[in-house]
């Protein structure tokens, strides 16, 4: 080295945290598919996240479930070091920071409780318990006891939805009047061809039915692009009171297979909202949103959004009399893909991990998973009663 040679100074590499992470339930489709594979595994694949002051955050997760032998297999497949049948022992573990939870919904507040109590952070599919009384409990207990909690809100981090965020926040719609949404498929009854979702989907007993499955969700997506629900009318229908289980055998169906819904949102908006099991697909995609508005309307989907604008607006004249040869489809414009959209559930696991490792407040919390549950617990109630109920104001003071 020279006089005037100057040696650089060696690049540091940022500081990397690791995170343990028990996955409870990942066996299923939601949480083998989304939240192992396409979320934690992807963040540690990739080599973490990096925090907003260079720091990375990666993750390291043990799987817990009943079956030894199919854990062993995900581990094996996806180069996973840890998992256990003993949840106990693994909420005991130090090592593990955070507890995931994708269990079936009658087993999910047990665990919930066993977590809390372990002091454990808490992130967790919904809905967050079978009662609304139940799901409050479990946000007070985490409350007392200094647990950070997050519940999953997934499709509000869909493409179409959050291209439908930018034109709220835009003032494309001017006042907006009303939402219609629909959602649904076909799920085959089992006997001539396999059924595309289990059969406790089917059973009340078992926590099945598309309104306590469904209904959480149109409760996040409403409150947080267009107000909060103040009423639900609901009509809840069994379609096909018989299906066939796993094993080939035959079922009643004791939950419901159908729900049309009517929201009164805050702001006067209303929505309607039909959810189904037993519908044949004859839309762009399986769920999508019509939005009117004093300025324009939206159509949008998973993925695809388009708009109408008041100036682009045809005029149409009702005459049953004569066929109109007006194609409606085509005054219709493409919103355009200006961004690169993520796996929705892995940008939430994102932020959330963002949120635990900065200590910021979390607004997708347990509360925020009650008021699901409250919404699906009054949509029942609704349709037993015939009538419209009135949602109450949840809080925990």
């Known amino acids: 080295m020279t006089d005037t040679t100057v040696a650089s100074a060696p690049t540091a590499r940022p500081q990397v945290r690791e995170i343990g992470i028990i996955m409870n339930g990942v066996s299923g489709r939601m949480g083998y598919r989304q939240h192992l594979v396409r979320s934690i595994l992807a963040i540690r694949d990739q080599g973490g996240i990096e925090m907003p002051d260079g720091s990375k955050v990666t993750v390291k997760p043990i799987l817990v479930g009943r079956s030894e032998a199919k854990l062993a297999e995900l581990a094996a497949k996806h180069d996973i070091e840890d998992y256990t049948t003993d949840l106990d022992a693994a909420l005991a573990d130090p090592r593990w920071e955070i507890y995931a939870d994708f269990l079936v919904t009658k087993a999910r507040a047990t665990a919930l409780r066993k977590a809390i109590a372990a002091g454990k952070t808490i992130y967790t599919e919904k809905p967050t318990a079978e009662s609304v009384e139940e799901s409050l409990e479990l946000a007070q207990l985490a409350r007392e006891a200094g647990v950070k909690t997050g519940v999953v809100h997934d499709k509000l981090y869909l493409p179409g939805l959050q291209k439908l965020k930018r034109l709220i926040d835009s003032g494309f719609f001017g ?30 007993e078992d926590g099945g ?7 959480p969700h149109w409760n996040y997506v409403l409150e947080n692009l267009f107000g909060k629900v103040e009423t639900v009318y609901a009509q809840a229908s069994t379609h096909i009171p018989t299906r066939w289980d796993e094993n080939d055998e035959p079922y009643t169906a004791t939950a419901e297979d159908a729900a049309y819904g009517i929201f009164e949102l805050a702001g006067g908006a ?55 040869s007006h194609n409606y489809d085509d005054d219709w414009a493409e919103v ?28 997708f919390d347990l509360l ?15 349709s037993r009663a015939g009538r419209k109920v009135e949602l109450a104001e949840l809080n925990l003071d």
């Open 336 to 363: 355009p893909t200006n961004d690169v959209f993520q796996n929705g559930f892995r940008q939430q696991w994102e932020e959330f991990l963002t949120s635990y490792v900065e200590g910021t407040a979390y607004e």
């Open 368 to 382: 925020a998973g009650a008021r699901g549950v409250m919404l699906a617990e009054a949509g029942l109630q609704s």
């Open 175 to 204: 006042r907006i009047l009303s939402v219609r949404g629909e959602f649904g498929y076909w799920v085959f009854e089992g006997d001539w061809q396999p059924a595309q979702r289990p059969s406790w989907n089917y059973r009340a």
């Open 270 to 324: 209303v929505a309607q909202i039909n959810s189904s099991w037993t519908v044949r697909v004859n839309r762009d995609e399986l769920v999508e949103f019509h939005v009117d508005g004093t300025h324009g309307s939206a159509v949008v989907g998973l993925f695809g959004a388009k708009i109408q604008h008041r100036n682009a607006t045809p005029k149409p004249v009702w005459n049953p009399d004569l066929a109109d």
């Open 209 to 215: 039915g598309i309104i306590v499955d469904m209904f």
